[in-house]
């Protein structure tokens, strides 16, 4: 009886044993299958994130452009352009390249638009710009900052990002647009309001109903073909014009200007601004900057040269008075056989994860990784 007994206990506590084990074997994979999981999930959650915000500098980057020129295609939401810096492009294709602008084993489509010319210093009153090609010197920098100031009594905001330590074949292309005009009358400022794919209110000027009757006949219809499309032009006591098109057309801005002038032309319906008829313009103030580094460090055929920095910058303001315009673009060109050919100043800054080894023969003798410089700098 003893033993039967003994015996049964014995089964009975393998059994538990056994059960038990069991028990922890299943709890085991359930954590190590919940570790696997919270792991996908946080690895999940760090991917969206980057993802995030990788579309986010995308968005970013698209939200404003500034275009070589007129025919150049883009899907930012906001587009400039200014022929400031194909005034630029000019001088290098007449003066220094004496070809048009094309890179060795590279087909550029922004050099093939350039190259066209399509806008040029007979298109400006000679009021209007300044420009000036050099070879680069700290004397040529002066010339032109005291050039910009004679002429338009400003200041220049890219000059000083170039270098003007002088080296044989190494030229400054620098150009000015400047406009500052008022409109025949100030129109009204009016309430603030929506602006589709914007988000809050933005400030407006224009005509509504209770605007003096004298601001209508400063405004001419081009054309109105329904809610979506149609054009009007302001007219300016220095004798500029401002044209405002609404279209939904998403093509270049050549073809915008064509489209717009053909409609205007056509157009049979009344050209006066009516006693009822409204106006409303948004107010707009920005200054953008554009470094184009696709036409940089790139042999030119046919060439000794090659750009190596180009940038564009834009300063717009449009009130109910007027309209405030500054532009400046800026190139230098440099031999690429010249001892100067890396012209920029380079900065070797360990300051972000690096690597460090020590070699005494053919092998490395010591590697280190740093990625917390500060928990290694003792006290």
């Known amino acids: 009886m003893k033993y039967d007994k003994l015996v049964t206990n ?12 069991g028990i922890m074997k299943k709890l085991c994979w359930i954590l190590v299958f919940g570790i696997i999981i919270m792991s996908g999930l946080s690895a999940y959650a760090c991917f969206g994130r980057h ?8 968005r970013a980057a698209s939200e404003f452009e500034i275009l070589p020129t007129m025919d150049t295609e883009s ?19 007449d003066e220094i390249i004496h070809n048009p602008v094309e890179f060795a084993g590279e087909k550029s489509v922004m050099a093939g638009l350039l190259n066209k010319k399509s806008f040029m210093t007979n298109d400006l009153n000679e009021s209007s710009y300044y420009k000036k090609l050099g070879l680069a010197s700290y004397e040529l920098k002066k010339e032109i900052e005291q050039g910009i100031k004679s002429k338009f009594n400003e200041k220049s905001d890219i000059l000083d990002k170039f270098n003007w330590a ?12 400047k406009k500052d005009f008022e409109y025949i009358k100030t129109f009204d400022k009016l309430e603030d309001g929506e602006f589709v794919g914007s988000k809050g209110l933005v400030k407006y000027f224009g005509i509504d109903r209770n605007s003096r009757q004298e601001l209508r006949h400063t405004v001419k219809v081009l054309f109105y073909n329904g809610d979506d499309d149609y054009a009007v032009a302001l007219t300016s006591k220095q004798g500029d014009i401002v044209y405002l098109y609404r279209t939904d057309d998403k093509n270049t801005f050549d073809k915008l200007y064509e489209g717009m002038m053909k409609k205007a032309e056509s157009y049979m319906g009344i050209r006066s601004f009516g006693k009822k008829d409204e106006l409303k313009i948004p107010l707009l103030d920005f200054k953008k900057e554009r470094e ?64 460090i080894f020590l070699q005494e023969k053919d092998k490395p003798y010591f590697a280190m990784k740093i990625e917390d410089a500060k928990t290694l700098q003792g006290k």
């Not at 014995?10 to 084990?21: C, E, L, M, P, V």
């Not at 002088?166 to 620098?174: E, F, M, Q, S």
């Not at 036409?295 to 040269?305: E, G, Q």
């Open 10 to 21: 014995k089964k009975i506590f393998y059994n538990k044993q056994k059960n038990f084990g």
């Open 51 to 58: 993802k995030g915000i990788n579309k986010g500098k995308t």
């Open 75 to 93: 899907n930012a939401k906001n587009t400039v352009w200014v022929g400031t810096f194909q005034l630029i492009w000019n001088d290098l294709m």
């Open 166 to 177: 002088p080296a044989k074949g190494k030229y400054i292309l620098y150009a000015m647009l």
């Open 292 to 355: 184009f580094k696709e036409l940089c460090n790139k042999p030119i055929k046919n060439s000794d040269y090659m750009i190596m920095k180009a940038l564009e910058t834009v300063q717009f303001k449009m009130t109910e008075a007027g309209v405030k315009l500054k532009s400046e673009a800026g190139m230098m060109v440099a031999l690429t056989c010249a001892p100067s050919f890396r012209d920029e100043p380079r900065y070797f800054y360990f300051n972000n994860r690096y690597v």
